[in-house]
């Protein structure tokens, strides 16, 4: 089982960043992949980027791609995103999620642990 917790999420003004990070913790788990959710009022979530772990490989969401970027800390078990240029529609819940086996990294549905979420608001 692996439990993620996220933090780093907060108020910030149009045009700012905001770095979320991802504590992954528990036992018996391996990761394929680790992914950035997010999820607006009245609307479904959606990818944000990815990132598998064996090879590093990247993957955003056109909307992000250019200005967030997904890292990740071997030695803390730890996955990042940092968020620059932040704009008014990036305001949402932000989830972390864990993937165990190959699975297609921009669907929520494929994942098998998440975080709690964290709020990011952008105000214009």
């Known amino acids: 089982q692996a439990q993620l917790v996220e933090s780093g999420g907060g108020l910030v003004q149009s045009g700012g960043s905001l770095r979320l990070s991802c504590a992954a913790s528990?036992?018996?788990?391996?990761?394929?992949?680790m992914g950035w959710f997010r999820q607006a009022p009245g609307k479904e979530r959606e990818h944000v980027a990815a990132l598998i772990w064996s090879d590093g490989l990247t993957y955003y969401a056109d909307s992000v791609r250019g200005r967030f970027t997904i890292s990740r800390d071997d030695a803390k078990n730890t996955l990042y995103l940092q968020m620059n240029n932040l704009k008014a529609e990036g305001t949402a819940v932000y989830y972390c999620?864990?993937?165990?086996?190959?699975?297609?990294?921009?669907?929520?549905?494929?994942?098998?642990?998440w975080g709690q979420g964290t709020q990011v608001t952008v105000s214009s």
């Open positions: 999620a864990l993937g165990s086996v190959k699975i297609p990294v921009t669907y929520a549905e494929e994942y098998d642990y």
């Open positions: 528990g036992r018996a788990f391996t990761t394929y992949a």
